[in-house]
C-alpha cells in the first residue's frame, strides 16, 4: 500500500484551498504580503536603516535668546542620536507603502554616509515584490468578476421577488403570454414575470427581446435549469408567487409527462407554502387531465389545447367572426370578463339586472361555488352572488337607473331552425377526430361532412368515426390538398363551412404551415373565379405564419395556439375565469353566437342597445355585442366586431349585421 507523504498532503490541502474560489486566493495573497511585509521590516529594523529625509537633523550650536541675541551653547548638550533607525511598527508601515504604492520609493534619499543607499535597493526589492502582489491581487478580483458575471449569465442566482407570475417550460406560446401580462399589469406596482427553463440564460432573453420588445413597467427575469429540479426550482422562488403558468414543453416525446412532473415538483415540494398554490398548466392529452388532477387537486387548472383548439374550430366555422369575438375577450387590451358584487340588485331577477349597466355588459352568476352564464333570466339575484360582466375596468360596473327601452322597435320573430348541411375537412392531424365528434353535436340529422386527405391512415380511423357518431354522414376522398386541380373536381361551392387543417403530426411546423398556406391561396382563387362565397377557418401552428396569408377578413381567422396562450394568461390572473371559458366552449353550455339583426330589433331606425338586450332576453338570451357587416374588413374596428357597447348611444342595423349574444344551443 502506498504510503502518503507529509509533502503531498500539504499540496492536497492547498490545492484544496486554492480551489475555494476568489475569497480562498485573496486570503492566501494576503497570508504571503503579511509574510514580505514581516520579512522587510524586520530586515529594515536589524540593519538600522532609513532614507536621509528621515535622519535626525544636524546639531544646532546657537540659539536666539529673548533679545535677538545669539547665544553659543554646548553642542554635546543637545546631542541626539541621529542613526536610531526605525521602530518596528514603523518599519512595518513604510514596508507596506511601498509594496502598494511604485512612487514611494522615488522619494528615498541618501545619507552622506552611504546608509541611504542600503534603504533605496531594500525599498526598490519591496516595491518589486509589491508590484507582484498588486497585479495578483487585481488578477485575482479580475477572474472573480468575469466568474460572477459568467454565473449570473448561466442564470443559476436566487430570484429575490415576491408576488410575481412564474413561467415554468419554454414554448412558442411564451412570447405572447409575456406580452399579455406585460399589459395586464401596466397599473400594478413593480411587476415581474419570472421564466424557468432548461435553456441557456442569455438566448432567453435575446428572444424576448426580439419577440416581444418593450414590456413596460414589467420586468422579465430569466432563469436556467430543470423546472424539475427541485434545487432550480427554488431559484425561482415559487413559494411567494402570485401565479405559476406551466407551458408543455417542446422537444419531448411525451411532454404531458414532464409537466406532470413539474406539478409534483411544485405541490409536494419538502418547503411548500401553506397556502394554496395557482398553477395553471398545459396538457396535450386528455386522458392525462385526470393524474394531473389527483396531484394538483384545487391548486390546479388545466388547459388542454387539442381539445381546446378543435372546439374553437368547429365553432368558429359555424359563426363568421366569432373568432374576432374570442379575441376580443381573451386579450388584455380589449374588454375583459371580471366577477363583482353588488349587493343593491338583490331580490332582482337576472332578466331585470341585465338592463341595469350602461358602460358594462351582465353575462351570468357565480352562486354557491357554481358558475352559469346566461342563467335562466327568471334567477333571482341574491346578496351574496357574483355578477359576471365584460367590462373596460371593474370600476366602470355601475348599477344606474332605469333604462329607456324602445319596446315599438322590438321584432317577434320566430327562432330559426337548424338546418341540414354540407361541410368539408381539408387535411388531418390528431384533433380532427375531436373536430368531427364536436360538429356531430351541432349538425342537423342527415348532415354531410365531406374529409379529404393525403394520408393513407386517414380512411381507416375516418370508418371506425362514422360508428360514433349519430347526426352526419361522412364521406372520404384522399387526395393531395395542394394540388389545384384535385381541388377543382372537389366542387367546393356547395359547402356550408370549409374547416383546413394542417399536417401537424407528420410535418415539421413550418412544412405543415407551409402546406395550409398554399391550399388557402388555392381556395380563395378558386372563390373569386367562380364567384361564390364560402367561410373558411383555417388551422396554423406557428402564429407568425398568418401574416403571410395576407388575409383580412374575419372568416379567414387561422386557428393557431395563440388563442391557447392567451386563455394561458386570462386564467393565470384570475382562477375563477376557467368554469367561465369552460363553459364557453362547451356544446352543452352556453356559447356566443351572432345572428342576424332582425331577429331583435326592426331594421329601418336608430335603437339603443338596451332595445337590443331587451329583445334578446324575451329570448332567454343575453346580448353583449354587434357585428357591422361594412367594416368587417377593417382590422382596426376589430372586423366590425364591437363587444360591451354602451347602451345609451342609438345605431340603426343593415339587415347584413350580426346582433353577439350568449345562448343556449
Request: aromatic letters at 6%; charged letters at 20%.
Amino acid at each position: 500500500m502506498r504510503k502518503i507523504t507529509l509533502s503531498q498532503k500539504l499540496r492536497y490541502h492547498f490545492d484544496n484551498s486554492l480551489s475555494g474560489g476568489t475569497a480562498s486566493l485573496i486570503g492566501w495573497l494576503a497570508l504571503i504580503t503579511l509574510c514580505i511585509i514581516l520579512i522587510a521590516s524586520s530586515i529594515l529594523v536589524i540593519n538600522n536603516w532609513q532614507p536621509a529625509s528621515d535622519a535626525a537633523p544636524p546639531p544646532i550650536s546657537n540659539i536666539i535668546s529673548p533679545t535677538g541675541d545669539s547665544l553659543p551653547i554646548d553642542d554635546a548638550s543637545l546631542a541626539t542620536d541621529t542613526n536610531t533607525g526605525y521602530s518596528f511598527p514603523e518599519a512595518a508601515w513604510q514596508a507596506l507603502m511601498r509594496s502598494l504604492d511604485a512612487g514611494t520609493v522615488g522619494g528615498d534619499a541618501a545619507t552622506d554616509d552611504g546608509n541611504g543607499w542600503a534603504f533605496r535597493v531594500w525599498g526598490l526589492v519591496i516595491t518589486l515584490t509589491g508590484l507582484f502582489i498588486v497585479g495578483s491581487l487585481i488578477s485575482i478580483l479580475s477572474s472573480g468578476l468575469e466568474s460572477k458575471l459568467e454565473a449570473l449569465r448561466k442564470g443559476h442566482s436566487l430570484v429575490c421577488e415576491e408576488n410575481h407570475t412564474l413561467i415554468l417550460g419554454w414554448s412558442s406560446r411564451l412570447f405572447l403570454i409575456i406580452s399579455e401580462l406585460a399589459i395586464a399589469n401596466a397599473n400594478v406596482k413593480k411587476p415581474r414575470i419570472v421564466i424557468l427553463a432548461d435553456q441557456d440564460k442569455i438566448d432567453m432573453e435575446d428572444q424576448i427581446r426580439s419577440h416581444v420588445g418593450n414590456t413596460g413597467r414589467t420586468q422579465v427575469i430569466c432563469r436556467s435549469g430543470s423546472p424539475i429540479d427541485l434545487a432550480a426550482l427554488d431559484v425561482v422562488n415559487p413559494q411567494t408567487s402570485k401565479s405559476i403558468i406551466i407551458l408543455s414543453p417542446e422537444g419531448y416525446a411525451d411532454p404531458d409527462a414532464q409537466v406532470i412532473k413539474m406539478i409534483l415538483a411544485i405541490t409536494n415540494h419538502p418547503d411548500r407554502r401553506v397556502d394554496k398554490y395557482h398553477i395553471v398548466a398545459e396538457l396535450r392529452h386528455a386522458k392525462n387531465s385526470a393524474i394531473a388532477k389527483m396531484i394538483g387537486k384545487d391548486e390546479i387548472e388545466l388547459i388542454i389545447p387539442n381539445d381546446l383548439i378543435a372546439k374553437i374550430t368547429v365553432q368558429t366555422s359555424r359563426q363568421v367572426g366569432l373568432s374576432s369575438v374570442y379575441k376580443e375577450l381573451l386579450n388584455f387590451s380589449g374588454d375583459e370578463i371580471y366577477f363583482k358584487h353588488e349587493p343593491v340588485l338583490a331580490g332582482k331577477t337576472y332578466g331585470d339586472a341585465l338592463a341595469s349597466f350602461e358602460h358594462s355588459a351582465l353575462i351570468g352568476l357565480h352562486s354557491d361555488g357554481v358558475t352559469q352564464l346566461n342563467p335562466n333570466m327568471a334567477t333571482t339575484l341574491q346578496a351574496n352572488d357574483t355578477l359576471i360582466c365584460i367590462a373596460a375596468d371593474d370600476d366602470k360596473i355601475r348599477v344606474i337607473g332605469t333604462p329607456n327601452v324602445a319596446v315599438s322597435a322590438i321584432s317577434n320573430t320566430e327562432p330559426r331552425k337548424i338546418d341540414k348541411e354540407r361541410d368539408i375537412i381539408l387535411g388531418w392531424n390528431q384533433r380532427a377526430e375531436t373536430i368531427v365528434r364536436e360538429m356531430d353535436c351541432y349538425a342537423a340529422p342527415d348532415s354531410e361532412l365531406t374529409i379529404v386527405s393525403e394520408l393513407n391512415g386517414t380512411e381507416a380511423i375516418v370508418n371506425t368515426l362514422i360508428k360514433q357518431i349519430k347526426n352526419l354522414k361522412i364521406n372520404f376522398i384522399l387526395g393531395d390538398t395542394t394540388d389545384r386541380d384535385f381541388l377543382d373536381t372537389l366542387d367546393l361551392t356547395c359547402y356550408a363551412h370549409i374547416i383546413l387543417l394542417c399536417y401537424s403530426d407528420s410535418l415539421a411546423v413550418q412544412e405543415a404551415d407551409a402546406k395550409t398556406l398554399l391550399t388557402l391561396l388555392h381556395l380563395r382563387d378558386i372563390e373569386v373565379n367562380k364567384g361564390e362565397s364560402y367561410s373558411i377557418v383555417s388551422e396554423m401552428m406557428d402564429s407568425r405564419n398568418q401574416a403571410l396569408a395576407e388575409i383580412a377578413k374575419a372568416d379567414d381567422f387561422i386557428v393557431s395556439d395563440e388563442l391557447v396562450g392567451l386563455l394561458l394568461t386570462q386564467i393565470s390572473e384570475n382562477k375563477q375565469l376557467s368554469t367561465v371559458f369552460n363553459d364557453l366552449f362547451d356544446a352543452d353550455g352556453a356559447e356566443i353566437y351572432l345572428k342576424p339583426v332582425e331577429d331583435y330589433v326592426c331594421l329601418g331606425q336608430a335603437v339603443n342597445f338596451y332595445t337590443v338586450v331587451e329583445a334578446a332576453r324575451r329570448k332567454n338570451e343575453t346580448a353583449i355585442g354587434y357585428r357591422l357587416f361594412n367594416q368587417i374588413n377593417n382590422a382596426d374596428t376589430c372586423y366590425g366586431i364591437n363587444i360591451n357597447p354602451v347602451k345609451s348611444i342609438t345605431i340603426e342595423f343593415d339587415v347584413t349585421d350580426k346582433i353577439i349574444v350568449l345562448a343556449g344551443q
